[in-house]
C-alpha cells in the first residue's frame, strides 16, 4: 500500500476484514456517479474527495466531446413549450418565457444557428400583435362589457354571415386575444430555444441509417438559406457600383435571376463534390433483404397510421393500439434493415449522458408538473376575462416552471467567446 | 498509378474537343504541374481522374483512363473516393457539414471507417494542416486560407493515393499558399501520394513539381525541359532565359546562384518607373491643406456634399474634428482624389479598419497588399460607400461615398469586385452594355466601343457567364470604366487569369493611369503590384503598417519581394522588364 492511499477512508477499511471493505466500497460507491444525489457522508470522505466531487459536479466548458445531445434540448424545449400550452396566466407564460430566455442566455454560443433565438422573439412579439389586430378588426365571440371604442362596421351581404368587420371592441376581448397571443408567442419561443441551443445539423445526424439521406439533404439545404441570404446581400450592394439605388422592389427583382443562377450553379458543385467524396456509396444488400425492408417499412407505416386513426376515432379504440404499435415495430425493423444497405459509419456522434438525461428530465419534470396543476388549480392557471380580473402568480404551478431552469447550472459552458476573423478578404 | 490512353473529351454544343488524343503516364509518389492557357482543358483533365468528367458533367469521353487499375468508365466518381482526393477551385463549394471537424470526417464516414480510425485521422489531420486551433469552428467564419487548408484537409484524410487540385493556391496570400503548397510536398515526399494540380500562379510553385504536363501539347516533362518552350512561364524563367542561363533555373536560390554576372552588368544602372511618366510622390499622410472639393467634379457635387440628409452622419463626424467642407473652392489641382483620413470600421466586436490614412493623387497606381482578412477588401468597399465608416472620414473626389447617390458616384468611383458576375446582371454582352451607358448616362455605344478595345472578339450575343474569367473581367472593366470615373479600383483583379490575359491586364490598367485615372487595387499577386504599380500599402489586422514607392516597401519583404527583386537584391530591380531595357540601353 503506498503512502498516498492511507487516507482515512482507507483507514477504516484496511485493517478490519470483508464487511468493512464491502462498507467502504458502497460509500465509494455511493459518492462516485456524478449524478449529484447529495452532499459527500461527512465522515465518510475526506476534504479532498469533497472537492473532486464538487469538480465533477460543475459543468465543464463545451467542447465537441461532452456536447449534450441535441435531442436533450429538444426534449427540454417541447417541455417547455408542453407547459405554456397548458396555460393563459400572463405571468405564468412570462415566466416559461423568461426561464428558456436565461438558459439561452447562459448556454448559447455564438455560432450562426444560435442567433435564430432573436428572430423567434420577434416573431412571437409578431404573433401576439397580430392576434390583437385580428380581435379588433374582426370582433370577438368574448362577451364584455367594458367597451373601449367602437370602429365603423363594414356592412356584409347575407351570406357572409357570422363574419364582422368592425364594430364594438371590448377591454375583454382585447385581454383575452392578449392571453391567446401571449400563448403562441411563448410556444414559438420555446422552439427558438431548442433551435439557438442545440446544432440542427447535428440532430439530423442522430436520424437512423436508412435516413441518412435525406437528413443530409436538409442540411445542405439549410447551409444553402443563409449562402442564399449573403449572395443577396453582396449582389444588392454591388448594384450601387452600377449607380443604380440598392433599395426596392425593383433592385430585389433585378437581382433574384442572378442569385438562383448562382445558387443553383453552386447545388451543382456541392453534389460534384459529394459524389466525389463517396456520397451513396451502398453495400451489396441480397435481393430478399431489400424486399423485406420495403414489405416492413411500407407495411409499417400503414399500421402508424390505421392505429392512429383508430386512436382518435371513436369506434376504434379496441384495435387502435394493438396496430399502433405492431406497425411502429415493423417501421422500426424495416428501417434498422433498410440501414444495412448504407455503408457509412458515424464520426464522434452525440452521446446522451447523465447531463443530457437532467436537461431533458427538467423539461419533461416542467411539462408534468404543470399538467398536474390543471388538474388542481385550473382557475389559477386559466384566468377568466369576464369579468375582467388582474391575474394572480399561483405558487405552486410558478414553482413547477422552475425546474427548467436546470440546464443553465448542468450543461457545459459554452468557451468564453473566441475573437473571430473576419470570413473574406 | 495514373494513365490516360489516347483520352479525348467533348462536350455538348462545343465546336471541338476540349482534350484530344493524350496519352500520359504519371508514377506513384509524383507531383505533376499542369500549365497552359486558359481554356485548353486543365479542368478537364483533372476531372477526368476522378472520374467527374464525364459522369457528373456530360461529354463524351473517347479512350480510356485508369487510375491504379480502375477505369473510370466503370467507376463512378463514388466508386473511386477511396483512391482520388479532389479539390476543386472554390473551397466553398466543397464542404458539405458545416464545422471543421465534421468536414475533415465527411469521406471518411462515406467509405464507412471505424470509428476510433476515423477519430484517430482527424487529429492527425489537424496537426498536419495546422487546423488543430479550427476544430469546432463552423466553417463559414474561415479565411480563405483557412477554408482551402479545410478542404484539403477533408480529402486527405480518407488517405487518398492520388490528390487533385485545381487551382488551391490562386485565392491565398503568399504566405497561406506558401502553408499549402509545404503540406504538398510533405504528402508527396513522405506518403508516397501521387499529386496532379492545376495552377496559374507558376512562381509559386513549379519549383516543387516533380514534372510539368504542358497543355494543349499534353507534353510531359521535367520542369525545366517544359519552362524552356512554354507560353506560360513564371520571372525567374524569363530572367534565366533573358540571361541566357542554362539549364534554366526555377527557383530564386538557383537564380541567385548564377546571376552574379547579371548583377555587375546591371551595377550603376537604375531601373525605370514602371509607368513611363513622372510619379507624383505621395502626399505624406498627415494634416494636409485645404480640405474640400476638387476641381474636376462640377456643380452638382458641392451640393450634395454640402448639406441635406445624406450628408448629416458624415458631418456629425466632421463636427468634432474639423470644419464642414466649404462648398466652392477654389480649384486645387494636387488635391487628392482619395482623400482617407483615421477612418475606422466596425463590424460587431471585430475593428476591421482601425485608424486608417491614405491618399492617392490622380494617375497614381496603388496596391493594397497583406493577408486574406486583412481588411482590404473593407476599404475597398469603404471607398464606393458599399461600408459606412464607424469613425473618421472619406472623401473620393471631395464626395462622401457613402453619403452620395449611386448614380453621381459611378462618375467618381468605379469598382470592379473580386468575383466581376456580380457586377453583371443581363443576359448578353450588348445588353449589359446598353444598361451601362443608361446608368452612366454615356452616350449610346460607349461600353461597346469600350469592350471591343479592351477584348476584341466579343461577340454581340455571348451570354457573360459564357465568357472566360479575363473576358468576363475586362467586361465589368468596361462596364465601370463607361462612366469614366477618375478613380477605379479592383479586388483581386488577377485571379484566375493565365500570364497572357494578366499582360493584357496590365497593358489596360497602364494606359488608363497614363490617361489620368488613379487607380487602387487590392492584390496578392506581387508579381502584379512589381510591374504596374507606383506604391505599395501594406494592410495588416486593419492597420496601414507599410506605405511607400513599390521598390522600397517589397524589396525588403521576404513574402511580398517579387521574384527578380529576389535574385537581384539588394538592388531594386523588379521585374524581368526592367532589366531587359536595361541590358539594352
Redesign the interface.
Known amino acids: 500500500m503506498t503512502r498516498a492511499s492511507e487516507t482515512p477512508a482507507d483507514a477504516t477499511a484496511a485493517p478490519t476484514g470483508p464487511r468493512h471493505a464491502a462498507r467502504a466500497a458502497l460509500r465509494r460507491a455511493a459518492v462516485e456517479p456524478g449524478s449529484g444525489t447529495g452532499p459527500a457522508l461527512p465522515r465518510s470522505g475526506p476534504a479532498g474527495r469533497a472537492v473532486g466531487l464538487r469538480a465533477r459536479l460543475l459543468a465543464p466548458v463545451a467542447d465537441r466531446g461532452n456536447a449534450l445531445h441535441p435531442g436533450a434540448w429538444w426534449l427540454w424545449a417541447l417541455g417547455l413549450a408542453v407547459a405554456a400550452s397548458r396555460t393563459t396566466n400572463p405571468l405564468l407564460l412570462g415566466l416559461i418565457v423568461g426561464v428558456a430566455g436565461y438558459v439561452v442566455a447562459a448556454r448559447r454560443t455564438d455560432a450562426p444557428w444560435a442567433r435564430s433565438y432573436g428572430a423567434f422573439v420577434k416573431l412571437g412579439l409578431f404573433v401576439v400583435g397580430l392576434r390583437i389586430a385580428f380581435s379588433v378588426v374582426l370582433g370577438s365571440p368574448v362577451p364584455g362589457s367594458h367597451e373601449l371604442f367602437t370602429l365603423p362596421e363594414l356592412p356584409l351581404p347575407g351570406w357572409a354571415q357570422g363574419i364582422r368587420i368592425g364594430g364594438r371592441v371590448t377591454a375583454e376581448q382585447l385581454v383575452f386575444a392578449l392571453y391567446d397571443g401571449l400563448k403562441l408567442a411563448a410556444l414559438l419561443i420555446c422552439v427558438g430555444a431548442a433551435n439557438a441551443l442545440a446544432n440542427p445539423a447535428r440532430l439530423l445526424k442522430s436520424l437512423p441509417g436508412a435516413l441518412y439521406e435525406a437528413g443530409v439533404a436538409v442540411v445542405v439545404a439549410m447551409t444553402f438559406a443563409p449562402n442564399l441570404v449573403a449572395d443577396v446581400v453582396r449582389l444588392r450592394t454591388a448594384r450601387r457600383l452600377r449607380g443604380r439605388p440598392t433599395g426596392g422592389v425593383r433592385a430585389v427583382l433585378q437581382i433574384g435571376l442572378p442569385v438562383l443562377e448562382g445558387a443553383l450553379e453552386r447545388s451543382v458543385a456541392v453534389a460534384a463534390s459529394m459524389d466525389a467524396r463517396g456520397y451513396g456509396r451502398t453495400a451489396h444488400v441480397p435481393t430478399a433483404v431489400r424486399r423485406t425492408t420495403d414489405v416492413l417499412t411500407l407495411g409499417g407505416l400503414l399500421g402508424v397510421c390505421a392505429g392512429s386513426y383508430g386512436l382518435l376515432a371513436a369506434e376504434g379504440a379496441g384495435y387502435g393500439l394493438p396496430l399502433l404499435g405492431a406497425g411502429l415495430l415493423a417501421a422500426v425493423v424495416g428501417l434498422r434493415l433498410g440501414g444495412r444497405r448504407s455503408v457509412r459509419t458515424r464520426y464522434r456522434p452525440d452521446r446522451f449522458g447523465p447531463r443530457s438525461w437532467l436537461v431533458a428530465a427538467s423539461g419533461v419534470a416542467v411539462a408534468l408538473l404543470m399538467i398536474r396543476a390543471n388538474a388542481h388549480s385550473f382557475d389559477a392557471l386559466h384566468p377568466g376575462v369576464v369579468p375582467l380580473i388582474a391575474p394572480e402568480l399561483p405558487l405552486w404551478p410558478a414553482l413547477s416552471v422552475l425546474p427548467g431552469l436546470l440546464p443553465a447550472f448542468v450543461a457545459p459552458v459554452p468557451p468564453a467567446s473566441p475573437t473571430r476573423e473576419e470570413p473574406s478578404a | 498509378m495514373i494513365r490516360f490512353e489516347n483520352v479525348s473529351v467533348t462536350y455538348e454544343d462545343a465546336a471541338g474537343p476540349t482534350l484530344r488524343g493524350v496519352d500520359l503516364t504519371v508514377p506513384e509518389g509524383e507531383l505533376v504541374l499542369l500549365v497552359g492557357p486558359s481554356g485548353v482543358g486543365k479542368s478537364t483533365l483533372l476531372g477526368a481522374v ?3 468528367v464525364p ?2 458533367t456530360g461529354g463524351t469521353l473517347s479512350g480510356r483512363v485508369t487510375v491504379d487499375g480502375r477505369d473510370t468508365r466503370t467507376h ?7 483512391l ?1 482526393g ?1 479539390v ?1 477551385q ?1 473551397p ?7 464545422t471543421v ?2 468536414e475533415l ?11 476510433a480510425v ?2 484517430r485521422r ?1 487529429e492527425e489531420t489537424l496537426d498536419l494542416l495546422g487546423l488543430a486551433e479550427l ?4 466553417i ?5 486560407g ?1 477554408q482551402q487548408r479545410v478542404a484539403i484537409g ?2 486527405l484524410t ?1 488517405h487518398p493515393k492520388v490528390l487533385v487540385l485545381d487551382e488551391p493556391t490562386s485565392a491565398l ?1 503568399p504566405s497561406a499558399a506558401e502553408d499549402v503548397l509545404a503540406v504538398l510536398q510533405r504528402l508527396v515526399h513522405d506518403l508516397g501520394t501521387t499529386v496532379l494540380m492545376a495552377e496559374h500562379r507558376l512562381e509559386r510553385v513549379v519549383q516543387y513539381a516533380d514534372r510539368v504536363l504542358l497543355l494543349p501539347e499534353a507534353v510531359l516533362g521535367t520542369p525545366a525541359e517544359i519552362m524552356a518552350v512554354a507560353p506560360v512561364h513564371p520571372p525567374v524563367v524569363a530572367l534565366g532565359r533573358l540571361a541566357g542561363w542554362d539549364p534554366l533555373p526555377l527557383t530564386v536560390r538557383d537564380a541567385r546562384r548564377r546571376a552574379g554576372e547579371l548583377r555587375a552588368r546591371l551595377t550603376g544602372q537604375h531601373p525605370a518607373a514602371p509607368l513611363p511618366r513622372p510619379v507624383r510622390p505621395a502626399p505624406a499622410p498627415g494634416p494636409h491643406t485645404p480640405d474640400g472639393p476638387v476641381s474636376a467634379p462640377p456643380a452638382s457635387e458641392a451640393r450634395r456634399s454640402g448639406g441635406g440628409a445624406p450628408a448629416s452622419r458624415a458631418a456629425k463626424s466632421l463636427f468634432r474634428r474639423r470644419r464642414a467642407p466649404a462648398p466652392a473652392p477654389a480649384p486645387e489641382t494636387d488635391a487628392p482624389l482619395v482623400d482617407v483620413d483615421r477612418l475606422a470600421v466596425r ?4 475593428e ?1 479598419l482601425r485608424r486608417v490614412d491614405l491618399r492617392v493623387a490622380p494617375g497614381e497606381v496603388v496596391a493594397l497588399m497583406g493577408r ?7 476599404l475597398l ?1 469603404t471607398l ?3 461600408i459606412a465608416p464607424t469613425s473618421g472620414t472619406v472623401r473620393v473626389s471631395g464626395l462622401v461615398p457613402h453619403a452620395t447617390d ?2 453621381d ?2 462618375r467618381r468611383v ?2 470592379v ?2 468575383e466581376p ?5 443581363a443576359e448578353t454582352v450588348v445588353e449589359e452594355c446598353a ?2 451607358d443608361a ?2 448616362g454615356a452616350p449610346p455605344g460607349t461600353c461597346r466601343a469600350l469592350v471591343t478595345e479592351l477584348v476584341p472578339g466579343v461577340t454581340d450575343a455571348t451570354h457573360p ?1 459564357d465568357l472566360s474569367e479575363g473576358q468576363r473581367l475586362a467586361l465589368a472593366l468596361a ?2 470604366l463607361t ?1 469614366a470615373p477618375p478613380l477605379v479600383l479592383l479586388d ?1 483583379p488577377t485571379r484566375g487569369l493565365d500570364y497572357a490575359a494578366k499582360a493584357r491586364l496590365v497593358a489596360r490598367l497602364r494606359a488608363l493611369a497614363t490617361a489620368g485615372h488613379a487607380i487602387v487595387l ?1 492584390t496578392h499577386d506581387v508579381e502584379l503590384a512589381a510591374e504596374l504599380v507606383d506604391r505599395v500599402v501594406i494592410v495588416a489586422g486593419g492597420e496601414v503598417v507599410a506605405d511607400g514607392p513599390t521598390a522600397e516597401v517589397v524589396v525588403s519583404s521576404p513574402a511580398f519581394a517579387p521574384q527578380v527583386a529576389k535574385i537581384l537584391a539588394p538592388e531594386p530591380w523588379l521585374t524581368v522588364e526592367q532589366v531587359e531595357e536595361a541590358l539594352c540601353r
Open positions: 476522378s472520374g467527374l459522369h457528373f463512378h466518381p463514388r466508386e473511386l473516393a477511396d482520388v479532389t476543386g472554390d466553398l463549394a466543397h464542404f458539405v457539414t458545416d471537424e465534421d470526417a465527411y469521406g471518411m464516414e462515406s467509405l464507412g471507417l471505424a470509428p476515423m477519430r482527424v476544430r469546432d469552428r463552423p463559414a467564419t474561415l479565411s480563405g483557412q477533408s480529402v480518407t496570400d463590424r460587431g466586436r471585430v476591421a486574406n482578412g486583412a481588411g482590404k477588401s473593407t468597399s464606393v460607400g458599399m449611386p448614380r458616384l459611378i468605379g469598382l469586385p473580386q458576375r456580380d457586377l453583371l446582371y444598361a451601362a446608368d452612366a457567364r462596364v465601370v462612366a483581386e487590392a
